[in-house]
């Protein structure tokens, strides 16, 4: 355990989002998608740049199935490196 806790502080801030991103990812498995939002909800919330309302957040860190689809949607909505540089000019 004491191990685990020293990894834990040494860590800088990337790698503190990498550990929460892969517990999120993995720890909640919801195969029957019990609670989980109607289909496209997720994408929408994301198309439109919100950020998700209080139920959506509590069930994104209880629902690891709907974690993973929440931060698919955010990777394709997110311009490509090369968009940005492009939109500055």
Not at 16 to 34: H, I, K
């Amino acid at each position: 355990m004491d191990t685990e806790e020293n990894e834990i502080k040494d860590l800088d801030a990337e790698g503190l989002t990498s550990l929460a991103r892969r517990y999120y990812t993995t720890r909640f498995p919801n195969p029957q998608r019990l609670g989980c939002p109607h289909p496209g909800e997720i994408i929408e919330v994301v198309g439109r740049r919100r950020v998700p309302d209080q139920a959506l957040r509590e069930h994104l860190f209880e629902c690891s199935e709907c974690f993973g689809e929440y931060r698919q949607a955010l990777a394709q909505c997110r311009p490509a490196p090369d968009e940005v540089t492009w939109r500055k000019r």
